[in-house]
């Protein structure tokens, strides 16, 4: 509806400039013109006053999608800690939905969820990180010009491709390393992850990097020290900011990840530590019970909203984290 | 160490080591960045051989089959076409409405800034709690079903701050003299708006709708969730059937690869047709941005 109101609204603007032109063609008398321009130019006015409050409702749609996502996940997440106690799915170690007396303990899920993300931080952390100090610090500016774009179309292959590498490629490959590894592990999509979250870290670290003035840099040159010294004592120190929110934002990515550890971390629901084994993460969790037949009204149907919920808020905090680091302890030059 | 001035033979002595210090980390350094494009191009080189001898007519034109050399992904071609068609306007509506709204029209105040805000926040909402969204609201609230106008809102939903803050990027970058002529000529900011800062702004909000748009046909955590059925379906011919798309297809061959081994080159042909799709988007977004992008 709104779009064919648009589209009325850019046909009568067209309509006035081609006013004169059909006029002349009928012979009006030239008082039927200036009354008819009034009129043209009252209807105007009032489009013109119109479009503010138009484009405003457009505006808030973006605040309703909002309003829409905590509303319904807070609403249905009510409804299951109306069956499920909030301590005992909190603190609960044993997550057995489907089962005869099922129990809905969160723990496996969020464990799961941390530690497929320190394994993707330790693969992207240190990786991204010097991948931005090579191409803020050391790269020509030609070499710069190549490497940037391409390490970008990591970011942009779909996560579905990601997961399907994890599952056909590398888990495969690290069974020749760990012959126990199960076909379903935590490790595998972790480090894909990694991989997914590195030109994340990469960019905006090197964005955080670049912008801190060159004086600075060629002071720490002109004392003698070399480029490496200059890096790890003049430049990381006054970009550490814009470093450590790249790094919470990677963590909150990775948080957030879904299709890499839905297909290659499997669906078992352990409580355990060892990489090797399979782990659900919460994302995974809401796949696996969505994609099912969890019928409306159920408490598996409301634990997703649950989950999704925790998941929500985890990784609201880290977005707000990173944005309230990189405000805060921004070093101003 | 304890000297108290500068040693000139001692600074001599660890120079060497320094400066080797120095092109060692270096190394390492460029080792890094290369070490993320290396895994793509395993990841493409592998894909490619797995899947590339399953793309033909018949792969590409063929209803779904649990034969797997029978089958074919026309419909999951089809889905996602239909997904576009939906996606496209909503995206370019709403999205373009807001970037105008934020720029050119809000007042510099608390609303601007709480909108603006809000906008932020949303690009950093998992995609997997917009599928949620999207069951409760356009499957179940509003009882679509999971049909593709479902789907096409929520994808649109998801990727909204990716147009919005492009626009609104693209339309920042149109000087003020521009306007400022047009205000002088005593038109309307209304007309102003539609006839000399939107069409400068054009290219650039192309761009980005562009870009999200290939950000939403390659997404499959929302979708998952809408509960699209992996069963055999006829092909998608309007907004209110049910559908499958390109990455559900993918997942759907991959999570069974482990019954059916060949699955797994089905899944990756597949990929193959995505991935081209992706690209061909791309180099089109790439092509209007040279191609119409005015340097004022």
Partial sequence: MIKALIFLLFKEMEGGCRIMATSNKNRMSVSEMIEQQKKKRKFFNQLERLIPSLLLIIASISVLTTIGIVYTLFAESVAFFRNVPILDFFTGTILKPLSQNPEFGVLPLLNGTIISTVIAMLVAGPIGMMSAIYLSEYAPDNVRRVLKPLLEILAGVPTIVYGFFAFTFVTPLLRMIFPSIEATNILSPGIIMGVMIIPMIASLSEDAMSSVPNSIREGALALGSTKLETTFKVVIPAA??????????????????????????????????????????????????????????????YSLYAVAFTL?????????????????????? | MTTKYMDAQLVEKRMSSRVRKNTGWKGLFFASTLFGLVVLAILLVRIFTQGMEYINIDFLMNHLSTDASRAGIMGAILGTAWLMVVVIPVTMIIGVGTAIYLELYAKKGKLQSFIATNISNLAGVPSIVYGLLGLTLFVRALEFGNVILAGGLTLSLLVLPIVIVAAQEALRAVPGQLSEASYGMGATKWQTVRRIILPAALPGILTGAILALSRAIGET???TVLGIPALLI?????????????????????????????YANLAAATIIVLLILLFLLNSIAILIRNKFQQRY
Wanted: net charge negative; hydrophobic share 50%.
């Fill in chain 2, 234 to 262: 006829p092909f998608p011919s309007g907004i209110f059937d049910t559908f499958t798309a390109l990455p559900m297809q993918i997942y759907y061959w991959t999570i069974d690869s482990s019954l059916v081994a060949e």
């Fill in chain 2, 221 to 223: 955590a929302p979708l």
């Fill in chain 1, 312 to 333: 929500f808020v985890f990784t609201l905090i880290m977005n707000l984290l990173a944005k309230y680091i990189s405000r805060k302890f921004r070093e101003e030059y």
């Fill in chain 1, 240 to 301: 550490l900011s814009g470093i450590i929110a790249s790094f919470v934002l990677g963590i909150s990515r990775a948080i957030g990840e879904t299709m890499i550890v839905a297909i290659a971390s499997g669906s078992s629901k352990n409580f355990t530590f060892d990489i090797t084994q399979s782990m659900q993460t919460m994302t995974a969790y809401i796949v696996e019970v969505a994609g099912g037949e969890a019928a409306a009204g159920t408490t598996i149907y």
